[in-house]
């Protein structure tokens, strides 16, 4: 149980790694960016401490059966704490309205993890629990007293955690609304398979039953399961377009392989240091530079008339205004390179004719050359295949 709790801990935390990363060049992390990775790590703490390794640890530790109970219960009160700084955050506001409500927030789960302790301290608690210290514990002076606190301090988080993501979910699209469903989602399960057990539990026993495995054997894993749905919902919107971005970096990337196979002798850019790290962004915009300093070095070897003749073929073949140009280029590009390798002189009447991909910014006009290049060679080699496939 507890290497699948931490496991989930680790995937819980995993995305605050991610948030910090994105913002390692600026110098203050914005209040939004800290207080995600607040909730975020306070969340995978929770779930570290309630692992029952981690409280025969803790136990061991201090030489205090069941120190771990009020350690766990204090991080599970600071989270739901961090959960409504987050809310005030994301809403927004003046800095001096969400300072005054943030601080409010921090007294009052502040005085409910000093009541936490308080009680604990007061409770007469011998017998270590590792797994059922709620149930086990329900009727004990003070413990009893403590156990109902905690339950109501996260049930009154995660009710205003339902309420506003309900509210906001009406009012904004996109990314940052299938980012509240995700946080009302682990909520919801937060209250129907976390909190409802709990005080189902608890409650049978104040009344002489026995529903135990409510709060052992059900709570621990919707607990876990809870904490990740709030997690995806948290980072979506902020993770989600960044994430996007580099794959389709990684595309284009791809994209211009053909492109940049023909005319990468030609380039005298400097090549950036091969290490692992680089990421798809910086590695597309090499090759974007590159690529232009070769077509820059291949423009004295571009033909007119080897584009024009292209550019008509393409037109009777049926193709709109666009492509056909895109095809021209295509062919007088790769004129220009066979020419090029082979050490020819340049033309004598160097072409004034501007490339679409010079015309356009961004990579997409790169990409469509790569691509009518692609088409022009797989065309060639199979008129190729045919002519040696006739009959002599």
Same mark, same amino acid.
């Given at each position: 149980?507890?290497?699948?709790?931490?496991?989930?801990?680790?995937?819980?935390?995993?995305?605050?790694?991610? +948030?910090?990363?994105?913002?390692?060049?600026?110098?203050?992390?914005?209040?939004?960016?800290?207080?995600?990775?607040?909730?975020?790590?306070?969340?995978?703490?929770?779930?570290?401490?309630?692992?029952?390794?981690?409280?025969?640890?803790?136990?061991?530790?201090?030489?205090?059966?069941?120190?771990?109970?009020? =350690?766990?219960?204090?991080?599970?009160?600071?989270?739901?704490?961090?959960?409504?700084?987050?809310?005030?955050?994301?809403?927004?506001?003046?800095?001096?309205?969400?300072?005054?409500?943030? =601080?409010?927030?921090?007294?009052?789960?502040?005085? =409910?993890?000093?009541?936490?302790?308080?009680?604990?301290?007061?409770?007469?608690?011998?017998?270590?629990?590792?797994?059922? =210290?709620?149930?086990?514990?329900?009727?004990?002076?003070?413990?009893?007293?403590?156990?109902?606190?905690?339950?109501?301090?996260?049930?009154?988080?995660?009710?205003?955690?339902?309420?506003?993501?309900?509210?906001?979910?009406?009012?904004?699209?996109?990314?940052?609304?299938?980012?509240?469903?995700?946080?009302?989602?682990?909520?919801? +399960?937060?209250?129907?398979?976390?909190?409802?057990?709990?005080?189902?539990?608890?409650?049978?026993?104040?009344?002489?039953? *026995?529903?135990?495995?409510?709060?052992?054997?059900?709570?621990?894993?919707?607990?876990?399961?809870?904490?990740?749905?709030?997690?995806?919902?948290?980072?979506?919107?902020?993770?989600?377009?960044?994430?996007?971005?580099?794959?389709?970096?990684?595309? *284009?990337?791809?994209?211009? *392989?053909?492109?940049?196979?023909?005319?990468?002798?030609?380039?005298?850019?400097?090549?950036?240091?091969?290490?692992?790290?680089?990421?798809?962004?910086?590695?597309?915009?090499?090759?974007?530079?590159?690529?232009? *300093?070769?077509?820059?070095?291949?423009?004295?070897?571009?033909?007119?008339?080897?584009?024009?003749?292209?550019?008509?073929?393409?037109?009777?073949?049926?193709?709109?205004?666009?492509?056909?140009?895109?095809?021209?280029?295509?062919?007088?590009?790769?004129?220009?390179?066979?020419?090029?390798?082979?050490?020819?002189?340049?033309?004598?009447?160097?072409?004034?004719?501007?490339?679409?991909?010079?015309?356009?910014?961004?990579?997409?006009?790169?990409?469509?050359?790569?691509?009518?290049?692609?088409?022009?060679?797989?065309?060639?080699?199979?008129?190729?295949?045919?002519?040696?496939?006739?009959?002599?």
């Amino acid at each position: 149980m507890s290497i699948v709790v931490y496991l989930a801990a680790a995937v819980f935390g995993l995305p605050c790694a991610v +948030l910090f990363r994105r913002r390692s060049h600026t110098a203050v992390p914005h209040p939004l960016a800290l207080s995600t990775c607040a909730t975020v790590v306070l969340g995978a703490l929770v779930l570290v401490c309630a692992a029952p390794t981690t409280l025969a640890a803790v136990n061991d530790l201090t030489g205090i059966p069941n120190f771990g109970a009020p =350690l766990t219960y204090g991080m599970l009160s600071a989270y739901s704490c961090s959960l409504l700084i987050l809310l005030i955050n994301w809403r927004g506001g003046s800095p001096e309205r969400i300072r005054l409500l943030s =601080l409010r927030a921090v007294a009052a789960y502040g005085a =409910l993890v000093v009541a936490i302790v308080a009680l604990f301290t007061l409770a007469d608690a011998p017998v270590e629990r590792l797994s059922d =210290l709620d149930t086990y514990y329900a009727n004990t002076p003070y413990m009893r007293e403590m156990i109902v606190l905690y339950l109501l301090g996260h049930s009154a988080a995660m009710g205003a955690m339902c309420v506003v993501c309900v509210k906001w979910s009406r009012e904004v699209t996109g990314l940052l609304r299938a980012g509240l469903w995700l946080i009302l989602a682990g909520a919801l +399960l937060d209250v129907a398979g976390f909190q409802l057990a709990k005080y189902t539990a608890v409650t049978a026993r104040w009344t002489g039953h *026995d529903l135990d495995v409510l709060s052992t054997d059900v709570a621990p894993p919707m607990a876990a399961l809870s904490a990740l749905l709030f997690s995806a919902g948290f980072v979506l919107p902020r993770l989600l377009p960044p994430a996007l971005a580099h794959w389709h970096s990684v595309e *284009d990337h791809r994209r211009l *392989d053909s492109l940049w196979s023909r005319v990468r002798f030609a380039s005298t850019a400097p090549k950036p240091p091969d290490t692992w790290w680089q990421s798809p962004r910086d590695r597309l915009r090499w090759r974007e530079v590159s690529i232009h *300093d070769a077509l820059l070095a291949l423009a004295p070897y571009f033909d007119d008339h080897v584009r024009e003749q292209a550019l008509e073929a393409a037109l009777r073949a049926g193709r709109d205004p666009h492509e056909a140009r895109l095809t021209a280029e295509a062919a007088m590009v790769a004129d220009a390179t066979h020419r090029a390798a082979a050490r020819q002189a340049p033309l004598a009447t160097p072409s004034t004719y501007r490339l679409y991909a010079t015309e356009v910014p961004g990579t997409g006009g790169l990409v469509e050359l790569a691509q009518a290049l692609a088409r022009s060679i797989h065309s060639t080699a199979v008129r190729e295949a045919t002519v040696k496939a006739l009959p002599g």
